[in-house]
């Protein structure tokens, strides 16, 4: 059969490290021979897989999330040929697409490796246990597959889980309590499927791609519910060490994935804010008591005292990046990012909501605003646009007004008293607009007067 002579290299692996495992159990005190030994085995070569596949299970959530980052993009591509049905344009579309998953570093295939991965060993296992029996007897086409011998083929024979042999199928189990285990099997094998789709489906994805008209999403939903069907109709035909394969296969997928929902949550989902809202509030705990000191220290402090404000500031900035890391808070800033700025940018993250969680690129926005603000006055035309004008003074009217928070803060002032003052602030901008524009209709008015 040419499919066994493909998985032959595979089949010979496969049996190598049962066989190994096998022996190292028994080594560590387990019963030779037919018995529980070799139904752990099963379970320690799903392990192996499982570590070996480990780089994979990265790469798969990384294409996942760059994935579900370009899938607004891609809506716009597919609405934009949605009613062009020739040939011309469903070419330019897959090109659009193709150059779309170029751009963000992904593939749609990337996030198949893991299983793609494991689909020879699942094979090959599935072979091994249906050639035990011909190992033993001696009608394998071979004496032996590497070292599984025909010895060895008659221990694995005789093991069973609960009753169930490991190379029985729910056809051909011997009793009704072999059937029994079998159907057990199969309907947990069913179960965690599911459960491993719905974690991964259901938890891990941002809102944004839970709506119903996204492409993705309706392929995830039919995948959670069509993939656990099949695998349940497929598992009757699987032998009992299979199905334990599966089993073992989907506790660890199981477990993994709740590890990193716990720990690298995809942006903008269930789990992500959930983390975010905690992390937020353990920093909140901490830093405001250390903020509210170094407001009472510096309202004691003389108006002409500059050393003792930078004395205070960097006292402060060292308190605060000692124990920034265990609250999961960057302390690495660049050289050019004064310490004022810095325990401004900490005091922000105290008093303002998040809408992302601090990591490493956190503090460099700093430096890129600073590049960004050189490169551009070296840039800088001689005469700028309207709307460049106007982007500038509402940038520098944001900064003067985060100056003005953080002094007010400083100084001690109640937030109901901020808020009046922001109020005035505005009521003051909405003045000024008001009487520029009355200006400016005085002054048309006036000029069509002079032509009339």
């Not at 007010?408 to 520029?436: C, F, H, I, M």
Request: glycine share 6%; with cysteine; hydrophobic share 40%.
């Amino acid at each position: 059969m040419w499919f066994d002579k493909l998985l032959y290299p595979f089949k010979v692996a496969v049996a190598w490290v049962m066989v190994r495992l096998h022996d190292v159990f028994v080594f560590l005190g387990m019963e030779d021979g037919s018995g529980p030994a070799w139904v752990i085995s099963i379970i320690g070569l799903t392990i192996i897989v499982r570590i070996l596949i480990f780089p994979l299970f990265f790469k798969q959530i990384k294409a996942s999330r760059g994935m579900q980052a370009l899938q607004p993009e891609m809506k716009k591509i597919q609405d934009k040929y949605k009613n062009k049905k020739d040939q011309a344009s469903r070419q330019r579309m897959s090109e659009e697409m193709m150059a779309l998953y170029k751009e963000h570093g992904t593939t749609p295939y990337s996030s198949c490796l893991p299983i793609l991965f494991q689909m020879p060993v699942f094979f090959a296992l599935f072979r091994v246990l249906a050639s035990t029996g011909q190992i033993a007897n001696g009608t394998y086409q071979y004496d032996s597959l590497g070292p599984l011998t025909a010895a060895k083929a008659a221990e694995i024979e005789g093991s069973s889980l609960f009753g169930a042999p490991l190379s029985a199928i729910f056809g051909t189990a011997p009793s009704l309590q072999a059937k029994i285990v079998i159907l057990v099997m199969i309907v947990l094998m069913v179960i965690t499927q599911f459960i491993t789709m719905r974690q991964l489906t259901m938890k891990n994805m941002p809102e944004s791609a839970k709506d119903p008209s996204n492409p993705m999403m309706r392929s995830q939903m039919m995948m959670m519910y069509t993939m656990p069907l099949v695998m349940g109709v497929s598992g009757f035909f699987f032998q009992t060490g299979v199905l334990i394969y599966w089993f073992t296969t989907n506790l660890w997928t199981m477990g993994q994935q709740f590890w990193t929902i716990a720990r690298m949550p995809t942006a903008g989902s269930e789990a992500y804010t959930k983390l975010m809202l905690k992390r937020r509030g353990d920093y909140v705990a901490w830093a405001r008591p250390v903020f509210e000191a170094y407001d009472e220290e510096y309202k004691q402090l003389d108006s002409s005292d500059e050393e003792g404000r930078t004395a205070l500031v960097e006292k402060t900035l060292k308190k605060i990046k000692k124990s920034a890391p265990k609250q999961k808070i960057p302390t690495k800033f660049s050289s050019e990012v004064s310490a004022e700025t810095q325990l401004g940018a900490y005091r922000e993250l105290a008093y303002s909501e998040w809408d992302t969680m601090p990591d490493e690129r956190w503090p460099h926005k700093f430096e890129v605003s600073q590049k960004a603000a050189a490169k551009q006055e070296r840039h800088q035309p001689k005469r700028l646009s309207k709307r460049e004008r106007q982007a500038r003074d509402e940038a520098e009217r944001r900064r003067l007004e985060r100056e003005r928070q953080i002094k007010d803060r400083q100084k001690g002032v109640s937030p109901e008293e901020l808020e009046r003052k922001r109020e005035e602030r505005r009521a003051q901008r909405r003045n000024a607009a008001r009487k520029k524009k009355e200006d400016k209709g005085r002054r048309d008015n006036e000029d069509n007067g002079r032509r009339n």
